[in-house]
C-alpha cells in the first residue's frame, strides 16, 4: 500500500506507519515542524507513547481492558501501536475532529492489519466520549494527549471513564502551568501561583489539582500512579474510582499550598487549614513565592512507577530516551517527599555547590530516603527537612 502525497512510510514500535514526510516541513533553521504537517504527528514523542504502551502493559496484568479511546488521534500512531503491542486489550476505538487524519488513520489500520480490533471515526473528541457512554460502552482507558491544555478534554474523560478506569493527560502549556503567566494559570487551572525555581516540578501538581477538582465535581476521585515532566510536556495517568465522600476527603488532604523560597531554596506544603499568613522565609527572610490551591500530596504511587519502568527497560521495542527516562524515573520513585534544588541552597550558603549524588548519599547515611530528580539536574527528592538538607550541602565539599 502507498502512503498519500506528502506522506512516507515509518515504523514506531511495531507499528508500520504512513506519517509526514519530515523533509517537507522543515522551518528555516532546519528543524521539522509537526504543527505544519497536514495531520499532526510529532517524532519526540514516542517516548511519551512508549510509556502509555507499558503502562497499558501493566494494567492489563491484573484484568482484561476491553476498551480503549484515543479521541485525539491524529495519525492513529498511538492507538495502532497499543492494538499491536498489548495484545490483551480488546478493542481501540480512535477519534479526530479533521476528517483527513481519520482517512490517515483508516490507511494505517489497514497498514498493519487491525481492522478487527480498531476502529477510526469522525468526532470532536467530546462528543465520541460522551457518545460512547451513551452506547453503555465500559470505557477502560482514556488517552488525552492534545497540542496545548487538556483542559478542555478533561471533564468529559473523567465523566465516561468506567469506576476503577485509566486516564492519562498531557499538558503541553508549560508556560501557565509553570506560573509564567500567573492569569492563565489561575483561569484555565484554577491554581494562584508564580514561577518559581521549582515550577516543573510545580507544573505536574497544578494540573493534578485541577483534575482532582474536576473529577470532585461528579463525585470522583483521582489516585496518581504515574507523573513525569519530559521535553516540552507534562504527563500523568490516573485511576479513577467513584466516592463523594472521597472526593471530600481527597481534597481536603490533597488541595493546598506550597511556599518556595527562590533565594536559599526553601520549601513547605500546607494544607489548607494549616494555612498560615506566610510571607517572608523564615531562613533568609526574603520575599516567599506561594502557589495555592494545589496538589500537596504524593504525585505518582511508587509500586506502579517501578513496573512501568521495568517494562520499559525490559523490551528492546521502545526507544533508548525512553529507557533514560524510565530509568530517572524509577531511581526518583524510590524517594517520597519534597524537591530541593541543591544550587539554590549552596548559593545561599556562599558555597559552591556539591555534586547532587554526594547530597543524596549523605541524607541517606542519616537515615533519610532521597534521589536526583528527573526534572532538574540539581535537584534532589527527599523526605528530609528543609533543614537537613541544608546541612549536607554546608558540609560537603564540591
Known amino acids: 500500500m502507498s502512503c498519500p502525497e506528502g506522506f512516507k512510510v515509518c515504523r514506531e514500535g511495531r507499528a508500520v506507519l504512513c506519517l509526514p514526510n519530515p523533509?517537507?516541513?522543515?522551518?528555516?533553521?532546519?528543524?521539522?515542524?509537526?504543527?505544519?504537517?497536514?495531520?499532526?504527528?510529532?517524532?519526540?514523542?514516542?517516548?511519551?507513547?512508549?510509556?502509555?504502551i507499558a503502562f497499558l502493559r501493566w494494567a492489563s496484568q491484573s484484568r482484561t481492558?476491553?476498551?480503549?479511546?484515543?479521541?485525539?488521534?491524529?495519525?492513529?500512531?498511538?492507538?495502532?501501536?497499543?492494538?499491536l503491542e498489548v495484545p490483551q486489550i480488546s478493542e481501540v476505538v480512535m477519534g479526530d475532529i479533521d476528517e483527513y487524519a481519520v482517512n490517515i488513520m483508516n490507511i494505517n489500520i489497514r497498514l498493519n492489519n487491525v481492522e478487527s480490533k480498531v476502529k477510526a471515526l469522525h468526532a470532536d473528541a467530546n462528543e465520541l466520549l460522551f457518545s460512547?457512554?451513551?452506547?453503555?460502552?465500559?470505557?477502560?482507558?482514556?488517552?488525552?494527549?492534545?497540542?496545548?491544555?487538556?483542559?478542555?478534554?478533561?471533564?468529559?474523560?473523567?465523566?465516561?471513564?468506567?469506576?476503577?478506569?485509566?486516564?492519562?493527560f498531557t499538558a503541553t502549556?508549560?508556560?501557565?502551568?509553570?506560573?509564567?503567566?500567573?492569569q492563565k494559570l489561575y483561569r484555565r487551572y484554577g491554581v494562584i501561583g508564580r514561577k518559581n525555581i521549582i515550577s516543573k516540578e510545580v507544573a505536574i501538581r497544578n494540573l493534578l489539582a485541577f483534575l482532582a477538582r474536576e473529577a470532585a465535581k461528579i463525585d470522583k476521585v483521582i489516585i496518581p500512579l504515574v507523573a513525569y515532566y519530559s521535553r516540552h510536556y507534562i504527563r500523568v495517568y490516573l485511576r479513577i474510582?467513584?466516592?463523594?465522600?472521597?472526593?471530600?476527603?481527597l481534597l481536603s488532604k490533597c488541595?493546598?499550598?506550597?511556599?518556595?523560597?527562590?533565594?536559599?531554596g526553601f520549601v513547605e506544603y500546607f494544607t489548607a487549614i494549616d494555612m498560615q499568613s506566610v510571607t517572608k522565609c523564615p531562613i533568609c527572610g526574603s520575599e516567599l513565592s506561594l502557589t495555592r490551591f494545589t496538589w500537596i500530596c504524593s504525585i505518582r504511587d511508587k509500586e506502579?512507577?517501578?513496573?512501568v519502568c521495568d517494562i520499559v527497560s525490559s523490551d528492546e521495542v521502545f526507544a533508548v530516551e525512553t529507557k533514560?527516562?524510565?530509568?530517572?524515573?524509577?531511581?526518583?520513585?524510590?524517594?517520597?517527599?519534597?524537591?530541593?534544588?541543591?544550587?539554590?541552597?549552596?548559593?545561599?550558603?556562599?558555597?559552591?555547590?556539591?555534586?547532587?549524588?554526594?547530597?543524596?548519599?549523605?541524607?541517606?547515611?542519616?537515615?533519610?530516603?532521597?534521589?536526583?530528580?528527573?526534572v532538574y539536574p540539581d535537584g534532589v527528592v527527599t523526605e528530609a527537612p528543609y533543614g537537613v538538607v541544608r546541612e549536607c550541602v554546608n558540609v560537603l565539599k564540591p
Not at 481492558?65 to 492494538?83: H, M, N
Not at 474510582?241 to 476527603?249: D, F, H, K, P, T
Request: aromatic share 8%.
Open 304 to 307: 506502579v512507577t517501578m513496573k
Open 173 to 182: 502549556d508549560l508556560a501557565p502551568l509553570e506560573g509564567k503567566y500567573p
Open 23 to 52: 523533509e517537507l516541513y522543515k522551518r528555516e533553521d532546519g528543524v521539522y515542524e509537526p504543527a505544519w504537517a497536514p495531520v499532526f504527528y510529532n517524532p519526540v514523542m514516542v517516548e511519551n507513547r512508549d510509556i502509555a
Open 255 to 264: 488541595i493546598g499550598s506550597i511556599v518556595i523560597c527562590d533565594r536559599c
Open 65 to 83: 481492558l476491553r476498551l480503549v479511546v484515543d479521541p485525539l488521534a491524529s495519525t492513529g500512531v498511538r492507538g495502532i501501536r497499543i492494538a
Open 132 to 168: 460512547l457512554f451513551r452506547q453503555k460502552a465500559k470505557i477502560e482507558y482514556i488517552d488525552i494527549d492534545p497540542f496545548g491544555s487538556p483542559a478542555p478534554f478533561a471533564f468529559a474523560a473523567l465523566y465516561t471513564i468506567r469506576n476503577g478506569g485509566y486516564i492519562a
Open 324 to 374: 533514560k527516562l524510565a530509568l530517572r524515573l524509577s531511581q526518583e520513585a524510590e524517594a517520597e517527599g519534597k524537591l530541593y534544588r541543591v544550587s539554590a541552597i549552596a548559593r545561599a550558603l556562599r558555597r559552591n555547590m556539591p555534586s547532587p549524588e554526594r547530597v543524596v548519599s549523605c541524607l541517606r547515611e542519616v537515615g533519610f530516603r532521597a534521589a536526583r530528580s528527573h
Open 241 to 249: 474510582a467513584e466516592g463523594g465522600l472521597r472526593a471530600n476527603e
